[in-house]
């Protein structure tokens, strides 16, 4: 069976589900998880390899300023991979000299901050973030995109387009959920200026007569400031805090609706398409939200979902209204949202596709190697390699 090194360099944060998702769902491929250091949260497993121990922190700045670590070469070569798949633009760089020095095939997913907010930050650090895609998207064989718009930005950004394509990751199709609707709107996402929280409360402090029960599912650096701002409009919002996986879909199948109001933030943030918009779906809740972005191919206005334009409160006002009075319009929007869901967006169905990627990819590295008369393309390491521990899943 062939073997997938999934690299993320901090493995892995709490809101990275789709990372994990994609991963468990290959069934012809064998996947191992490698990252640079091990971040805290409930989705870390005992059999993640991590390069970087704690207190090795000068070794992981050094690969972040370099690009290069002679210890990330030995483990991935430990590892033995046909394919290594890094997440986010920036991480790919980060084991795209590994990966090229051990003749082993790179596949990069871009995902939205990595084409649309780094590089153009101002000032060196922007230079490295462009310089660094560039490196990357010339090191990889194969660019993903999360959607049309991220694929444009990282063409944008230099990436040859006969590389770029768009693969949807995808969501697992549960059961049709039979739960209560105890809440009118549930959002679920980190405190951040692109996911246009502002917006919400502003459209819900309209909402008033209605006393819609309000659910915010997350955490994030702007978690205070919408606690203050809501207490300000007099919107009854429940803040349930940062929850894990299975709590948080609970929480989305007891809406009536789930609400996304998306926009790009002012230091030009945007989301790639939101794993939340397809999770409230597959659930069968309908979703307003904004065309921004890739939420425009997996909500279908008036279809499964209702969109407006960014920063349009009254729109967003409008769409929950409609949606919160009318019984009928909600429960249609809702089916048809699960529907088209299961047919576009079935996890199960993304990552079959994905692994025909894979063998494309890694049947060309190995059809070019021979032709080449090339050797081994992971090759044995000089020193003993640290220890890999547990089995490819």
Known sequence: MSRVVVWRSGLLAPSETFVRSQGDALTRWQVRYLGAVKVPSALARDDDVIVFPPGADERFLRLRVTGRSPRLRRMLAAL???????HFGGDGWLVSAAAEELGVPLIVTVHGHDVTRQPYAKGPKGVRHRRNLRTVFRRAAVILAVSEHIRRRAIEQGADPAKVRVHHTGVPIPPPPRAEKEWDVVFAGRFVPKKGLDDLLAALATLRDLEPRVLFVGDGPLAA???TRAAGLGVPVTFAGALDHASASAAMAAAKVFASPSRTAPDGDAEGLPTTVLEAAALGVPVVSTR???IPEAVVHGTTGLLGAEGDREALA???RVLLTGDELRERLGRQAREHTAGHFDLRRRT????RLYDDVAGAAVTGGAAAGAGPRVPRPRTPAPPAPGPYR
Do not use: T, Y
């Open 80 to 86: 033995g991979p046909d394919l290594v798949h890094a």
């Open 225 to 227: 400031a919408i606690r």
């Open 292 to 294: 921004h972005s890739g």
């Open 318 to 320: 409008a769409h929950l």
């Open 352 to 355: 079959a596709a994905l692994e």
